[in-house]
């Protein structure tokens, strides 16, 4: 089946720095992906929609200078944290759509900023 | 998208069906009912989706009532492997932005 590539699984990063996140589509070509974010206990939040080639679309409240999204290519979208918090700290998820009307999800990517 | 209840939790006993309902009595007619699942700490799995027959495949059967206000998905033999958080979601298209609500946990025990 259709599987999205996240990487890194778990990231430790200080307080200010930046970190970036990568979602790529091993075996089929992602027009349109989708960058999630889950807090413990709490259920997925989308943070943002990326088509490639063109700039994503953000969820209200969602601050796109600081949730960098790139999708370059058909097969990469990356997130970019920048001067990340501790309040950053929670689990990213990507997402991508699949013809037939299901969607591939990354296995997520855990940050904690100290 | 129409809105989406469903139980907070549930308990299954290894072995025996599992029943997982889902309100969406707003729902349209071009909306589509989705189930994923979310084991700890993963993301989430595609289970299922239907517009108004009822599916089945090799994870679950999807039962959709004939007014389509609700839904059933049911595990016909829950493993504890199966233990996750369930998703119910009502969705336009496939293209559309899949929005969660807080699903199900279940737990299903020896």
């Known amino acids: 089946g259709a599987v999205v590539s996240q990487h890194p699984s778990w990231v430790i990063c200080k307080s200010g720095t930046s970190v970036k996140i990568e979602c790529r589509s091993l075996?089929?070509?992602?027009?349109?992906m989708f960058w999630y974010r889950q807090f413990p206990k709490q259920s997925l939040m989308l943070m943002a929609t990326?088509?490639?080639?063109?700039?994503?679309?953000?969820e209200q409240g969602v601050e796109k200078d600081k949730f960098l999204i790139n999708h370059a290519s058909l097969t990469l979208s990356t997130l970019t944290v920048t001067s990340a918090h501790p309040e950053d700290s929670s689990f990213y998820i990507c997402?991508?759509?699949?013809?037939?009307?299901?969607?591939?999800f990354g296995s997520g990517t855990r940050l904690t900023v100290v | 998208d129409a809105k989406t209840t469903q139980p907070p939790s549930m308990d299954c006993a290894e072995g025996r069906a599992a029943n997982l309902p889902c309100n969406h009595s707003t729902i349209s007619g071009n909306e589509y009912v989705y189930w994923y699942r979310q084991i700890h700490s993963q993301g989430p799995q595609y289970i299922i989706h239907g517009l108004k027959n009822n599916e089945t495949n090799e994870m679950a059967s999807l039962i959709i009532t004939e007014d389509r206000k609700s839904s059933t998905l049911i595990l016909p033999h829950a493993t504890l492997r199966d233990t996750a958080v369930y998703y119910c979601?009502?969705?336009?298209?496939?293209?559309?932005?899949?929005?969660f609500g807080a699903g199900t946990q279940v737990v299903v025990t020896p």
């Open positions: 979601i009502a969705l336009t298209d496939s293209w559309g932005k899949l929005q």
């Open positions: 997402s991508a759509s699949l013809v037939g009307g299901s969607y591939t």
């Open positions: 990326s088509n490639e080639g063109s700039k994503a679309t953000y």
């Open positions: 075996d089929f070509q992602a027009t349109t």
